[in-house]
């Protein structure tokens, strides 16, 4: 079962192209990083208004 898992597994990746540059992908995790630290940067001190 296991064996028939890896061969269609190697089998998908044979043609299953890159669609994205490596430089690109870490540009767009970067972002998205960057993004979520400035959303929880925004909310920095909102506990103590209450």
């Known amino acids: 079962m ?3 898992a ?3 597994a190697e ?3 044979e043609h ?3 669609s994205i540059s490596p ?3 870490g540009l767009i995790a970067f972002g ?3 993004a979520a630290l400035i959303v929880t940067y925004a909310f920095r ?3 103590n208004r209450h």
């Open 2 to 4: 296991l064996h028939t």
């Open 6 to 8: 890896v061969l269609a």
């Open 11 to 13: 089998a998908a990746s």
């Open 16 to 18: 299953a192209g890159e």
């Open 23 to 25: 430089i690109a992908l």
């Open 32 to 34: 998205s990083l960057v």
């Open 45 to 47: 001190n909102v506990g």
